[in-house]
């Protein structure tokens, strides 16, 4: 029998996924081990070169290493109903919209503690703010 592929490298050129990422995703399940020669050399077809592009993709997205691995499984069952694809996708859009509304607070904190006078470094808001340990953003 001879097996068909590319080479890791190769796969790696393909994807966009750095080699010691392609062997993390197959360490922790996101992607099946694939054939190896008789080498020991690993070969990757199609299939598993879409399914790293989908990693890929998804992770540019943000998506956290479980919700795509539950996303995967949903898309190796195409007349499953998408509702669940659309759940994922909305909590990750609300983990979008917190960490917006995190920075923005932040950027507003770092705002205020620029409107400096430019006085002496004893008046200066910023050594003044980031001095001030009781009061701290990710408390509120």
Do not use: W
Request: proline fraction near 5%.
């Amino acid at each position: 029998m001879t097996l068909s592929g590319v080479a890791i490298g190769e796969a790696s050129k393909a994807t966009g996924i750095k080699v010691p990422t392609i062997r993390y995703y197959e360490q922790i399940g996101l992607l099946p081990a694939p054939p190896r020669t008789g080498t020991n050399r690993r070969l990757y077809n199609g299939s598993d070169l879409r399914r790293l592009r989908f990693i890929r993709h998804a992770r540019e997205l943000g998506f956290e290493i479980e919700p795509i691995r539950e996303l995967l499984a949903l898309a190796g069952e195409p007349d499953h109903p998408c509702a669940d694809a659309d759940r994922i996708a909305r909590a990750h859009l609300a983990d979008i919209d917190h960490k917006i509304a995190r920075l923005s607070a932040l950027r507003t904190e770092v705002a205020r503690m620029t409107e400096c006078h430019h006085g002496s470094v004893a008046d200066c808001r910023v050594i003044e703010v980031l001095g001030d340990h009781g009061h701290c953003l990710t408390d509120h």
